[in-house]
């Protein structure tokens, strides 16, 4: 075999079809449903809600952002799919979208599951976790709001299969994905709430819009306050130069007079 025998090629782009043939069947698009009815607890939209604010404030710059929005891995069945409560594609600014095709957009990076009763009726967490190692997402996080003990979880992907940090890793609560941290806040409306935190004790948090108002309304007012009392010193800088003025002022008159006096002496006769 020659040596231009042996190269690989790549494969020939498909030729246009120039006839008209008669097939046997109308071809069958697959459907990829956009939506289902399933229920959802008002503190489950809360606190899912919140996540996907948090994590869009902080990122749609540089990545895409989804919420209960389904994610298909496999372009010939809608059965296979999942719905992560939030999920992140980095990369790509955020833009919206109806669903998630990997085979379009690429496997989310991250994906976040809430507990909540609404998940009752949902398949149980082993199935879900497949699906994720299947989707190619590679962090998963799941947090259970009721458990107080261990409320955060993660799975990372590693050669192909996901697998749980364990209790007693020292960076189990590191958000790889992101660099940040996860942590668990209490809030005094839903309760327990998953927030992202820049430093590992979660004092530095991600705000939510409310809180990032919040401090942009504080931070206006405090600029406000400078504002007056640098308007205020300024008043009494020009209230001091203006006495300090009149008092130089005076000070000259006085001076001259009492120079006026000696001359008026030394010309009088002795």
Known sequence: MSAFESTVRPPAAPRPRTRAHVYSRSPEPVYFPEAEEVPETNRHLELRTALYLILKRELAHTATLGSDQFVYWDPRTSKK???????????????????????????????????SDSDEGEPDW??????????????????????????????????????????????????ETLGLWWTVVEDPSVGPMLRLSRDREGR????????????????????????????????????ANTKLEAELKALRAELAQAKGKRRTRRRSPG
Do not use: N, Q, S
């Not at 504002?227 to 205020?232: G, H, L, V």
């Open 81 to 115: 799919r999942l719905a992560p409560d939030a999920f992140v594609r980095l990369g790509v600014p955020h833009r919206t979208f109806r669903t998630w095709k990997t085979w379009m957009h690429g496997a989310p990076d991250l994906g976040v599951e809430i507990v």
């Open 126 to 175: 082993e199935v879900k976790l497949e699906r994720y190692r299947a989707a190619g997402i590679r962090e998963v996080v799941r947090f259970h709001p009721d458990d107080r003990e261990r409320p955060i979880r993660i799975w990372d992907a590693l050669d192909g299969d996901l697998v749980e940090r364990a209790p007693d890793d020292p960076e189990l609560h590191a958000c």
């Open 204 to 239: 530095d948090l991600l705000p939510t819009p409310d809180e990032a108002e919040a401090k942009a309304r504080e931070a206006a007012a405090k600029d406000r306050e400078a504002a007056a009392k640098d308007r205020e010193a300024a008043a009494k800088a020009r209230e």
